[in-house]
């Protein structure tokens, strides 16, 4: 690997802006060319792409000056979020939000170029500028080095990965199966809870809960604390790629902060915590449930 030459991507590839049509000329949409947004790329599962949400006509083409990016270009997403990768599969055009890569043919492999942009995710989010919302030009884009191998030992790098994609995608398959399994055992084991067939003793969700918390309205900034949003909370999960910077008082910051075992909810476009803690009221109920 210490002997592989570093080439800028705008040497490799041939690097492509995407634009948007006027959305109120329907002239311009609903056609039969594909025409990608970051929200295409949002779920990070598919390696591939070969549909999109939305589509343009010729004349919604020609009239922002996007470019149909061939098969086998890399999308890279540079902004809202930056670093989101896939490559297509059909000829696409691609709105504002990219920084697409075009690979020169013998030159550099697409995979291997999804799998190295993929790996150093954080490294290109670093790169981005802006004080509303940060995004990554296509100057810096072009100036990126990665390391390139012979075009024969990118492939082999990549078909190595593809493998290992493989399996990871067969043990999320096996987690889900397991996901299945645990409710279906919670089922036999204390019923449906909207039917409540074995007569448990029921509590309101305000019984049960120390503290309904909403978090700060305060709009992000260069220099602050660390904040989740309702992008960083996916399918029961942290996602913590890209963490916004809130600028608020101690004060604040101690009445926000979140603490073990506290849960995360979804009210309408907010997040609501909830300071799982147990009020003596709801001991008699649960009496074999722990406190903090």
């Known amino acids: ?20 049509p006027q959305t109120n000329v329907a ?21 591939y792409l070969d549909d999109t949400r939305r589509k343009l006509t010729e004349a919604g083409l020609e009239s922002c000056g996007a470019t149909v990016l061939p098969t086998g270009s890399v999308l890279l997403t540079s902004r ?10 059909v000829p696409m055009a691609t709105n504002q939000g990219f920084k697409s890569l075009v690979p020169k043919p013998g030159l550099v492999n697409a995979e291997y170029l999804y799998y190295w942009l993929n790996a150093n995710k954080s490294y290109i989010q670093s790169l981005g500028r802006g004080a509303t919302f940060k995004e990554i030009s296509k100057d810096v884009v072009s100036s990126i080095e990665i390391p390139l191998p012979s075009y024969d030992e990118q492939r082999r790098i990549a078909e190595v990965l593809d493998r290992a994609d493989e399996l990871r995608a067969k043990r999320r398959q096996a987690l889900a199966h397991l996901d299945d399994l645990t409710q279906s055992i919670f089922l036999d084991m204390f019923g449906d809870p909207r039917t409540n067939e074995h007569g448990w003793a029921r509590a309101a969700l305000h019984e049960m809960v ?7 309205s305060t709009k992000s900034a ?11 909370v996916d399918a029961g999960a942290l996602d913590l790629t890209e963490i916004k910077l809130v600028p608020v008082q101690p004060k604040e910051f101690e009445r926000l902060r979140l603490r073990d075992d506290d849960l995360l909810l979804y009210v309408r476009t907010a997040i609501l915590t909830l300071s799982v803690g147990v009020p003596p009221s709801v001991r008699n109920l649960f009496p074999d449930l722990a406190t903090r």
């Open 80 to 89: 809202a979020p930056i670093g989101n990768v896939a490559i297509n599969v």
């Open 210 to 216: 120390a503290e309904f918390r909403y978090g700060t």
């Open 1 to 20: 690997m210490s002997t592989w030459k570093k080439v800028e991507l705008g040497d490799c590839c041939q690097v492509v802006s995407g634009a948007t």
């Open 27 to 47: 002239d311009y949409w609903d056609g039969e060319i594909c025409w990608v947004t970051p929200k295409d790329l949002s779920t990070g599962q598919n390696r």
């Open 222 to 232: 260069e220099e602050g604390s660390p904040a989740l949003r309702i992008p960083n």
